[in-house]
């Protein structure tokens, strides 16, 4: 997969690997697991690593876009996104953020990519993933 800053959803076929379907992502986009399967969604979490993201817990959610409509229970931890090759491939990741003054790590998430539903990135916010 391969991530570029702005534009459309697009599709290649890749002649190389018989002819692999290799997406182009382009902010902003939408991806569901659903729809675009976990191999897309384990993708972007890859592109993701080391980025500011949002991990997003909720109760209720929009199968189909990942955007949500009310105000039902959600919960929200923004970091850098770690992970790794590695620890990509058994599917786990997790979010530290760092208190510099008191030198202590005062928010936290851990969570495994097939919890992620949806993840959603525009030009403006970090990205969004959601967990359920």
């Known amino acids: 997969m391969v991530r570029v800053p702005r534009g459309t ?9 018989k002819s692999e379907m290799t997406k182009v992502i382009s902010v ?3 991806l569901n697991k659903n729809h675009d ?6 993708e ?3 592109e993701l690593i080391g980025e500011i993201v949002c991990v997003c817990y909720t109760t209720t959610r929009n199968e189909k876009t990942g955007e949500r409509d009310n105000f039902d229970t959600q919960i929200s931890v923004q970091g850098h ?19 510099p003054v008191n ?4 928010t936290f998430c851990y969570f495994y990519n ?15 993933v959601f967990i359920a």
Do not use: C, M
Not at 103 to 106: E, G, K, Q, T
């Open 44 to 46: 972007a979490l890859g």
């Open 103 to 106: 030198s202590s790590v005062d």
């Open 114 to 128: 097939h919890s992620v539903w949806s993840i959603k990135e525009d030009s403006s916010t970090p990205a969004i």
């Open 81 to 99: 996104l770690e992970g790794s090759k590695k620890t990509g491939r058994s599917g786990r990741y997790r979010i530290f953020k760092y208190d």
């Open 9 to 17: 959803v697009t599709s290649f076929f890749n002649n190389l690997e």
């Open 28 to 30: 902003p986009y939408v």
């Open 37 to 42: 399967g976990q191999d897309v969604i384990d």
